[in-house]
Structures are given as C-alpha cells and as structure tokens.
C-alpha cells in the first residue's frame, strides 16, 4: 500500500470539508445532474464572464480549527481586561452560567431564525414575551417591542417617533446634556437628514425652547437622578413629547418613567446577564404608552390563539415592517437582538422580582459606602445617585486615575477634575475598599462597616423615599417559578424544544443565508478577553481586539473589493443607512449636497427604501422584466430623467430574484454616468465571495451581513453585524464615534451606533470564518453554495415552476419556487406548503419576498446531498398532495396542506379526516425516524392584531380598545 505524505494525513483536520454539507463523493453525481464537467465548468456556466474574477483571493489560506483558535488567543491575550467603573451604559454584569452554557452557547438557541412562522418558535416568542414583559413591569408602560439594536439608536428611533406622533410643528429636539455622550453622537447623526435641529443643554433650560420632543437620561450619565416628573410636565405643558433613557437595574428601585408621564421608555438590557463585549451585542428595549403602539420600531410579539383556540405567540402587527410599508415604514430595523433579549429576559425569570431588588440594593449600598467615605475624607460627589458617582477630585484628577490603572481599574475621566465611578453587580466589599485606597490613599482610614451599619440603622443615601418605586414588578408567575437551577435548566430546555433550530435540520430561507456557524468560530465570543471588555476602555488595553478588527478589515476589503471597511453598523439595515449617509456626505463634499433621488428597483429588499426614507431622499422605483432582471432601460432612463438630483442606486447582487444580471457592470456605468453612486446591498454576497467582488462589479458601497454570509448565527432575530465596504472616495465619510473616535477618520463624522465597532465581541465568528476557510475554502463555499442551489432547483423543476433563471438555465446560490399556477388550480397557498413543510421536519423557505406568492429557497453550501434530497422529496411528496386536492380526493378545507401544521392535540383527538394520522404526521421515514412537533396549529394572525395584547397571558392583559 501506497503512503500518503502528511498533508494528506492532514486532512482530517481541514476546517473547508466540515464547513461544506456536500462531500466529495457526492459532487459529481450532483454536477451530473446539472450536466457540468465540474465545479469550475458549472460557475462557468452560472457566471457571467463580465464579473468573474480571474485571480484568487489574497489572502492566507485555510488553517485548521486548532490553529485558527490559538492565533486568535494570542491576540485575545494582548486585551487587559481591567476591572470597569466606566459605566456609561455598559456595566460589568454575572451571566448565570446556567444561561451562559445553555442559551448564549446553545445552537438550539443561537442558530434559530426570526420566529416567522411561529408554530415553530413558541419557545423563544415566550422568552421574548417575557422580556416584553420585564420592560413593561420596569418602566411602567403599556407595551414594548422584542428589542432594538443598542441604546443609542434606540434613542434616534425615539426621536422620529416623537416627530411622527406629534403634531406641533417645531422641528426642534431636546437633549438634556446629561444624557449619555454616544447616545447625543448618534442622534445627531440621525437628526441632521430629518431636517431637526438638536439643542444639548441644562434641563433647566428647556423652558427656552419650543421642541417637539425631549430625551432624558435616567439616572444622567454622571449618575445624578432629576426629577424627571418636573421636566415631563414642562414639556407636556408645551406639547412636547418626552423620551426617557433608563437604567433597568436602577428601574428595579427607582420610580417608573412611566408612572411619571413619559411616552417612550428605552435603554439598554445589557447589565441583565449579558456581557459587555467591547460594545456588544446586547439587547436595546423600547417601552411606549398605549396611543404610539403602531408607530413603536421593531418586532412586538404578541399573544394570539391557534386553529384549535388555544393560545398561541407570534409577531404582531407585521403590517408596519418594512416589508409591506416599505419608505412608509415606522423605522429600518430588520434584525434586531433577540438572543441577547432572551438571554436578558432568563437574568429576570432566574432572580425574580426579588433576587433583582437584591442585587440593586446591594449594588446601591455599596455605592452609598462608597460616595459617604470619599465625601468623609473630603471627596465630595453626588448628592443623588443610584450606582454611579461623579467624585470632584481637583487637581488630582491624573494621579488618582494613574493610581487606579495601577491597582487594575479603570476609571472614567469627567472634564478636568472630576472623575466617574460606576458600581456594578460584580462588585463587592473588598473593590470599594480597593476603591477608597485609589482615591484617598493606601492609610485612608474609612471604616467600611461603620457607614454600613449606619446606612442599616436608617442614614440617608443618594435614592430618597420619594425618588423609590412602591408599586409591584414581576409579578407574574414566570419570574416567581424558576429560582433553582434545575427549575431554571428545565425552563428553557422546555422553550428550546419547541423551537426548530439549525441542529434540527435545514432552514432553507431564500436572502438568510442560514449557514453553519461553526462551534469554533463561536468559542471565542464568550473568552474574556473578549466578553469583559467596556467599549470605552483605554486604548493600550485592547490592543488584542484592535489587532483582530484590523485583519478583520483586511479580510473583508479583499473579499469585496474595496478600498476600507466600517465595523460600525450592526446589522444590514444599520450599514445600509451608514453606506446612504457616506455618499450624501460625499456628495456634499464635492457640492453636490443637492442630490437626493435614490434609485430602488422593485424587487429591492424592504429595509433598502426605508433606509433612503431616513436620508431624506426621494425613492423612485424602477422595474424589472419577467425574468427577474433590472429593467435597464427602464433605469437609464430614469437615471437620465433624475441626472440632475441622483443620489445613488440601490441594486441587490445576485438579484433578490436569485440571477446573475448579465447587465450589472453596464448598471454601475449608466449610474455613474449621470453623477451617481452605486449601493450594492451585499445580503447576497455568499454568491460572490471568491469568485467575484462588488467593488470590481463597479459599485461604491455595500454592507455585509455578517449573519448571513459569515457564519455569525442569527440568534432568532439577531444579532447581526452589517458592517460597510467603500470605494477610497467615500472613506473619509465613515462613521466615527465622539467618545472613542475610529483611527483613521475624522473625529467629527457622526456615529450611526452606540460603540465605534458595533458589536465588537461577534466579529471573532467571521474572523473565525475567514481564516479557517482561507481563500480556497471561501471560494470552495461560494461554488458550493451555487451547486447545492442549482441541484435543487433542477430536481424541484419537474414538480413546480422556478421563476427566474440567468444564464444557461442557472440560478446562483438560490431559486423561487412559483406557487400561483398551483394556487390558481388547487386553492392551496404558498403558506400551505411553508406550513405543511413542518409535517416534513423543515423550516420553511422565505414566503412571499420578492414575489407574493412564491416561496425562496437558499440551501447553503453547509447543507449535505443528503439533507437537499431529504428536503427534495419533501417537496415531491407535497406536490403530489396538493394533486389530491386539486382533482377533489381531498376537500378544499380538510386536507393535510390546509389542516398544516399537525401537532400531538391533533393526533390525541378523535380523528376523522380524509387522510390517515400516518399520511399527516409521519409522511417520510425521516420523521418517523426523528420527528420535529410543532407545538400548536395554524396560528391566527388576524385575531392576535385584533386583540392586541404582548404581555404575558394571565397578568393584566393589554387589550385594544
Ligand atoms: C437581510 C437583508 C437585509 C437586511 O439586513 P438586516 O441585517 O436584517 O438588517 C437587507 N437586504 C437584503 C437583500 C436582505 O436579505
């Protein structure tokens, strides 16, 4: 027997053959099927020449997981994780670990999508109607949504609201100039399109302004707590609307916002179990009263009832997403935080209203101990304050911060002689000890339990009686029930069973992109020296992270093409609105401020028009053809018409439709040659990685979704990251960030999120990504991904019609299935078929975008021959039903495409339908192998938005009038 050498013998070890589902063995029989030599010849086939890339990536090459995970550690190692008193809105916090391992670890929780189709997702649309619920107990409001993407933009969604819902006419906004510094950055970013002028002053002084809206920080940046009670009604008392930012473990003390008269309550869920991350991910909330429900941003989940009428969760009011709205939408939020959410919404349900008063009082004791020893020694700071004190040290400003790096801590710098201390759960007796040793000196001579036990006995602190809530928080059963961990480990074992996640099976979604996400790409997120970092914390600490952005950066500007990349944006939307925002700033720049006309074709994803709409820009759509392509007459002229004020374009590649267009270079040119810019939305770059590029296509722009195409998990609804590529014109107009400006660029260009790299701690997952895959394994994935799609979409194409095709009958790394022949014959719905799907074990594909009443289906390159034929058949067998009903064996409305999905309820009652139990739940030997059981029928839309209610069942409900 022949030897292999060793890099045969290595092999085993190369991370591109566990990432790509389809083994060698079986592609050949798949490119058979599409009648392709090879995998060359079928990208041949598929790509038009024009933008086919004739060399291969620069960069490494693949490594393996072991190496790849000890480079990143070493860098890892370079972070010094410091104790953090910076606060600011991000606070060290305890992740249970019983959350940690089995929720923020867990690819039952991280890999599951957008809970859609909801007969599939009561487990997480429970966790995010518990945390719904939590936000509503804790600022007193009538509803809140499912999560915003961070406070600040939380914060610029507050303030369109404020001016949509109000009908002075100001155009004014105020900001107290407490409120915390990133949050006034990125709303002045927002604000400056809208046409609002932001005025940043002393409360006091709001009474000097007409303003159609107010934003608050409760307690303010620098810990003090106002009364707030006093501005609302100054503001009501001219017709403005008031936003409040609030700490939620301060909420768990401290009056409600809405008990006194807010309309809109936000911040973020962060200090609830979830790491701080260098910036995040974490959840944002957004509370807002009764009369703003249709007009609050982002996903509320609210409680309806199934077929059966028995209660059953899903998304309400659907009808304000961009989807349907389009640049009528209330805001661009796509994906959001969800996993964070729900990792947030289990810290609650763990402690209990209870063990979370606990904590608060401890972390407030500790503060009070803390501003009563410095002010015995002379150090005076706040009069008020829940866990944060402002300490006026003088002159000594620089040596006592010096004294605090020393001793590991770090401080926050306030103007010249103050200097912030922000108290957190974490901290103990031993760090205020430590602290008053910073501050006073190693001899400071503060009896630490003397000021305790005078605090017991009844001496005043920084949160006086009036200032305290007295009304109930958490009162429902699910924050009274889980305290033990075993109680809590079942909990949420129980939700993540009713959930379909990518550890069921393949989630087909067209334009999602639900890959792999690699246990290794993932094990970074939670190191240390990754998770416990503040995103303000002193350069020289986080040279690790710096170290990986930058090869990050590097990665992605050889993948695209560009000429410079911003981690800022954190998700597709967020980097569509940043991408928008570079090019207006540009354009200005060379005097062509004027410009405003945004080109969209109408196959455009939802979040593209309503990413203009925030520009200010004047949307004009343009048509495509029966094959899906961009109408190019229909553009240039168009373009022409409009040469004067074009902004840009915004084009999807591949199509939203799934092609290659043969005519997208000449698009860029005729865009280019009437002055404008080209976005190209990258959600489909997993069609383009290594074997094409954007910037080589000719356009200016584009965003990423890292959660799509490099391997960051979508969480149910998020995390995301969007960052953007640019052309070197457009550079200089990327975001920055006011507290912590991005190298390179100017200080003064605004931010478009809370922290300078969005959220920061998911970006070692696509660095992860690109390393292990390296330039052959990137591309191997592209090519893949197009195979597995095309096998599909030939073997589909006996049984169904595919709408569009490019090039030698090709599709690229997706196809839609046309459900309206059928539909017309038969009356069974495109959602029929998604629902049924579950019968056969899958998630169904993305209904209805761009075509209504299609389905897209986008395979992956992470899916094996196996599981495609699986899905295949699944599909075959569907057909061959909705034949039955078609030729009346089965009735119109008692059929196992109308009665989809079918549940344990449904087999356990008396049975008397038309078709067997077997034919209904165990239609394959695949589900009767294994079986997914969705846990209630058919879910009532139209009923839930009806009865509007998104709190959870049993408690007060919310009802509509
Ligand atoms: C997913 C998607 C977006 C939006 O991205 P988010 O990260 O959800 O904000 C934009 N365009 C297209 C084509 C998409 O598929």
């Known amino acids: 027997m022949e030897k292999r050498t060793l890099s045969e013998l290595e092999q085993t070890h190369d991370f591109t053959r566990r990432h790509i589902g389809i083994q060698p063995e079986d592609q050949q029989a798949m490119l058979d099927e599409l009648g392709a030599s090879s995998l060359e010849a079928l990208i041949e086939d598929t790509v038009p020449a024009s933008i086919r890339l004739d060399d291969a990536l620069q960069m490494a090459d693949s490594v393996t997981e072991v190496n790849a995970l000890a480079e990143l550690k070493e860098k890892a190692a370079k972070n010094v994780v410091n104790k953090s008193y910076i606060g600011m809105g991000y606070h060290n916090t305890l992740v249970p670990n019983v959350i940690l391992r089995n929720v923020m670890e867990n690819p039952g929780w991280y890999t599951a999508y957008t809970p859609y189709q909801p007969e599939i997702a009561q487990g997480r649309l429970e966790s995010l109607l518990n945390f719904q619920q939590v936000v509503m107990d804790l600022t007193g409001m009538d509803l809140a949504n499912a999560s915003l993407l961070d406070e600040a933009t939380a914060a610029a969604e507050a303030m369109t609201l404020c001016k949509r819902s109000n009908r002075k006419k100001s155009n004014s906004f105020f900001i107290a100039d407490d409120v915390h510094p990133q949050t006034i950055d990125v709303i ?122 028995n209660q059953a969760l899903r998304m309400a009011m659907q009808t304000r997403e961009q989807h349907i709205r389009r640049d009528k939408a209330t805001s661009n939020i796509c994906t959001a935080q969800a996993l964070l959410a729900n990792m947030s919404s289990f810290y609650a349900v763990y402690h209990g209203p209870e063990g979370l008063k606990t904590i608060a009082e401890r972390v407030h004791r500790l503060t009070a101990i803390l501003a009563q020893g410095l002010a015995s020694k002379g150090l005076s700071s706040n009069d008020t304050y829940f866990d944060t004190i402002t300490v006026n040290v003088g002159a000594d400003q620089e040596t006592i911060y010096q004294r605090a790096l020393d001793a590991g801590c770090n401080l926050r710098k306030v103007g010249d002689n103050r200097l912030g201390v922000a108290l957190d759960e974490t901290t103990q007796a031993a760090d205020v000890e430590q602290l008053f040793a910073v501050f006073l000196g190693d001899d400071h001579g503060v009896d630490l339990q003397a000021l305790d036990a005078a605090i017991t006995a009844g001496a005043a602190t920084g949160l006086s009686a009036d200032v305290r809530r007295d009304d109930a928080i958490l009162s429902h059963p699910v924050f009274n029930s889980y305290h033990s961990e075993t109680d809590m480990l079942r909990y949420m074992k129980k939700l993540e069973n009713k959930d379909y996640s990518l550890a069921h099976g393949m989630i ?191 356009s200016d722009v584009s965003h990423l979704n890292l959660h799509k195409t490099f391997a960051i998990p979508h969480g149910g609804g998020g995390p995301g990251m969007g960052p953007i590529g640019v052309k070197s014109h457009l550079a200089p107009f990327l975001a920055s960030h006011k507290v912590s400006p991005v190298d390179g660029l100017n200080p003064e260009n605004g931010a478009v999120a809370a922290a300078p790299f969005g959220s920061a701690s998911i970006l070692p997952i696509t660095w992860m990504y690109n390393r292990m895959l390296g330039k052959s394994g990137l591309k ?20 169904y019609p595919i ?159």
């Not at 270079?665 to 959600?683: L, N, S, T």
């Not at 191997?780 to 049984?799: D, F, V």
């Not at 344990?904 to 695949?926: G, K, M, Q």
Request: hydrophobic share 40%; proline share 6%; with cysteine.
């Open 508 to 698: 087909p979604l067209g334009s999602c992109t639900m890959k792999l996400n690699a246990t290794a790409e993932m094990i970074p997120v939670t190191w240390p020296e990754f998770a416990n970092m503040h995103p303000f914390a002193p350069a020289d600490q986080v040279a690790g992270y710096h170290q990986m952005l930058e090869e990050l950066e590097e990665q992605l500007v050889e993948i695209t093409g560009y000429d410079k990349v911003s981690l800022q944006p954190n998700s597709g939307a967020s980097g569509e609105y940043a991408g928008l925002l570079a090019i207006r700033k540009y354009q200005e720049s060379i005097g062509e401020g004027h410009r405003d006309v945004c080109l969209i074709p109408s196959s455009a994803h939802g979040t593209n028009p309503a990413s203009a709409a925030m520009m200010d820009m004047k949307i004009i759509v343009t048509k495509c053809d029966e094959q899906g392509n961009v109408d190019l007459a229909d553009l240039a002229e168009k373009a022409e018409q409009h040469a004067e004020n074009l902004s840009c374009l915004m084009i999807t590649y591949p199509s939203t439709h799934g092609v290659y267009e043969e005519d997208i270079v000449e698009i860029c040119e005729v865009i280019h040659k009437f002055g404008g810019q080209v976005y190209m939305d990258g959600a489909n770059m997993n069609a383009q990685v290594g074997i094409s590029k954007p910037g080589l296509i000719g």
């Open 188 to 309: 002045k970013t927002r604000a400056e399109y809208f046409g609002f002028e932001i005025i940043v002053a002393p409360v006091a002084e709001l009474d000097q302004h007409d303003v159609f809206g107010v934003q608050l920080q409760y307690p303010g940046t620098f810990g003090d707590i106002s009364d707030i009670k006093a501005i609302i009604d100054q503001a009501k008392a001219q017709k403005a609307m008031v936003s409040v930012a609030a700490d939620p473990l301060a909420l768990v003390l401290m009056k409600s916002p809405g008990s006194l008269g807010a309309d809109v309550v936000l911040g973020s869920a962060q200090r609830f179990g979830v790491p701080m991350g260098f910036g995040g991910p974490h959840a944002a909330f957004f509370a807002s009263s009764d009369k703003l429900k249709r007009s609050v941003p982002g996903r509320i989940i609210g409680v309806s009832k199934d077929v059966r009428g």
């Open 780 to 799: 191997a994935s592209t090519q893949n991904a197009i195979l597995g799609a095309n096998y599909l979409t030939e073997k589909l194409s006996a049984h």
């Open 803 to 961: 709408l569009y095709r490019g090039r030698n009958n090709k599709v690229a790394h997706e196809c839609i299935v046309d459900i309206r022949p059928l539909k017309e014959a038969s009356g069974v719905t495109e959602e029929d078929i998604a629902k049924r799907l579950m019968d056969y074990g899958f998630h169904a594909p993305t209904m209805s975008f761009p075509v209504a009443g299609t389905l897209m289906i986008e395979p992956t390159e992470s899916e094996s021959k196996g599981e495609l034929d699986r899905f295949i058949e699944a599909m075959v067998k569907i057909r061959a039903e909705v034949e039955r009903v078609q030729n009346g064996e089965w009735p119109a409305d008692n059929n196992p495409l109308f009665n989809a999905p079918h549940t344990l309820a449904d087999i356990t009652n008396a049975w008397d339908r038309p078709y067997s139990v077997e034919e209904a739940v165990f239609p394959t030997a695949a589900t009767r192998d294994s079986k997914f059981w969705p846990t209630v029928n058919r879910v009532d839309n139209v009923y839930g938005d009806r009865n509007f209610i998104c709190s959870c069942p049993g408690i007060e409900a919310y009802q509509e009038d």
